[in-house]
Each structure stands twice: as structure tokens, then as C-alpha cells.
Nanobody, 127 residues
Framework: VQLQASGGGMVQAGGSLRLSCAASGRTFSTYRVGWFRQAPGKERESVAAINWNDGVTYYADSVKGRFTVSRDNAKNTVFLQMNSLKVEDTAVYYC?????????????????????WGQGTQVTVSS
């Protein structure tokens, strides 16, 4: 499956952005889709994930209550709605897909368990 992330940009602290992750090549129907981010000089970290088949979601503690991951079956697209953005949310955001072998929080947000990656989209939050 090929992934295409989009929707990044520049926003002031407290603002909102919505990222999109579109699939091509095949549908997301049997996958879990995750969002990850990488700030300059830091490791890539998990943000959120969603099971395509049942809609179960997973969130990193740093974004709980501010970010929402969702899917649109008709468009074969996963979204990441980011509200109350902070300067520390500045990063390149990536979407990725995994075969959901396990339903644990650990597995769902573990970047090493994701085999398919899209290119990143830059999110910059200014103070």
C-alpha cells in the first residue's frame, strides 16, 4: 500500500490543522494506520493510530484530548485533526500502515511495527 500525507502548514499556537493520509494501490481495509512525528534532532515518535476495520483509536499521552484520528471509508483516507496546537507539536508528520497483529496500545503505537510509510508533511507551530 502506498501512502500520501498532506495538510501540513504553519499555524499559531492554539490553532488547528487537519492532516490527511490517503492510500493508493490497495485499500486500508485490513490495516491499522498510524501517525508519527519527528522534530529536528529528535527520534520519530508516535502520535495516534486507528484500526480501519473497527475504528478503535490509540493516542500518545502528549496529544490526548487535543488530537483526533478518524477515517473516511469512501475516500480511503485517514485524518488527524490537531487542535490547541503547541510550539512543541512542530515536526514532520508521517502516516504509516501496519497489519494489526495485536490490539495492544504498545503494538499500535510502536513505529518499528509499521512496514509501510508515506512521505512526511511539515507542521510548524509558532508562538
Amino acid at each position: 500500500v502506498q501512502l500520501q500525507a498532506s495538510g501540513g502548514g504553519m499555524v499559531q499556537a492554539g490553532g488547528s490543522l487537519r492532516l490527511s493520509c490517503a492510500a493508493s494501490g490497495r485499500t486500508f481495509s485490513t490495516y491499522r494506520v498510524g501517525w508519527f512525528r519527528q522534530a529536528p534532532g529528535k527520534e520519530r515518535e508516535s502520535v495516534a493510530a486507528i484500526n480501519w476495520n473497527d475504528g478503535v483509536t490509540y493516542y500518545a499521552d502528549s496529544v490526548k484530548g487535543r488530537f483526533t484520528v478518524s477515517r473516511d471509508n469512501a475516500k480511503n483516507t485517514v485524518f488527524l485533526q490537531m487542535n490547541s496546537l503547541k510550539v512543541e507539536d512542530t515536526a514532520v508528520y508521517y502516516c504509516a500502515a501496519q497489519v494489526p497483529m495485536f490490539s495492544s496500545y504498545y503494538y499500535a503505537l510502536r513505529r518499528e511495527k509499521y512496514a509501510y510509510w508515506g512521505q512526511g508533511t511539515q507542521v510548524t507551530v509558532s508562538s
